[in-house]
């Protein structure tokens, strides 16, 4: 039995996501670090059903599970981006860490 995902990226005027697009929906929780010096990480709100990743200054580096470093991580996200990620069940933490010194990033639970 699959999860229904309560959030959703925007609709174009065809009625299609839109590709990278800022999830909308209820904000559950929100994150902000302007310098994450070092690894970060976050116990997801338990009724999350995805959450946005925002690169803010410099590129950063995010793992599904405790303990990301430069050598062990799951996704990049570039400077000045943001990436949207639908939450596996079994994801309860996820750890950020900036690739670059005084990196600043942004986390949206939905």
């Known amino acids: 039995m ?10 174009d005027a065809n ?3 839109i590709t ?5 929906g209820a904000t559950l929780a929100e994150t902000y670090d302007a310098t994450i010096s070092s690894a970060t ?3 997801l709100n ?16 995010l793992k599904f599970a405790a303990s990301v470093s430069t050598s062990d991580f799951d996704a990049v996200i570039p ?3 943001s990436r ?14 900036e690739a670059a010194a005084t990196g600043a ?6």
């Open 2 to 11: 699959s999860a229904k995902i309560n959030s959703q990226l925007p609709l």
């Open 15 to 17: 009625n299609k996501p």
């Open 20 to 24: 990278n697009g800022n999830l909308v």
């Open 41 to 43: 990480s976050l116990s």
């Open 46 to 61: 338990a009724a999350t059903t995805s959450y946005e990743v925002l690169a803010i200054t410099q590129p950063v580096l």
């Open 79 to 81: 400077a000045n981006q």
């Open 84 to 97: 949207v990620f639908y939450r596996d069940p079994t994801v309860t933490t996820i750890s950020v860490i």
């Open 105 to 110: 990033v942004a986390i949206i639970e939905r």
